[in-house]
């Protein structure tokens, strides 16, 4: 199983991105999305479990959304961010769990105040 993810840019304090993580199965796994900011380890954001039941680091529960698209063939999760923030730039990586942990190869966001 491989996963691709995208969507990631260079943006402004305030402005909002989607990232969009595909993977090449349709087996509907739980699904996570983490960060790593320069220098620093990866970190959680959030996750969709695979009856949807989702949560969130606090640093975004309030701005960012998981969602998973339930008419697509492969497993694709999103993730909505919303008023970003330059401490939320980073890689960001989905990551599935299933058998065993499956990463993606990340995507950057910059956010620029």
């Known amino acids: 199983v491989q996963l691709q993810a995208s969507g990631g840019g260079s943006v402004q304090a305030g402005d909002s991105l989607r990232l969009t993580c595909v993977a090449s199965?349709?087996?509907?796994?739980?699904m996570s999305w983490y960060r790593q900011a320069p220098g620093k380890q990866r970190q959680f954001v959030a996750r969709?479990?695979?009856?949807?039941?989702?949560?969130?680091d606090d640093a975004v529960k309030d701005r960012f959304t998981i969602s998973r698209d339930d008419r697509a063939v492969k497993n694709t999760v999103y993730l909505q961010m919303n008023d970003l923030k330059p401490e939320d730039t980073g890689v960001y990586f989905c990551?599935?769990?299933?058998?065993?942990?499956?990463w993606g190869q990340g995507t950057q966001v910059t956010v620029s105040s």
């Open positions: 199965t349709s087996a509907n796994y739980p």
């Open positions: 990551k599935m769990s299933s058998q065993n942990e499956i």
């Open positions: 969709i479990g695979s009856r949807g039941d989702t949560n969130y």
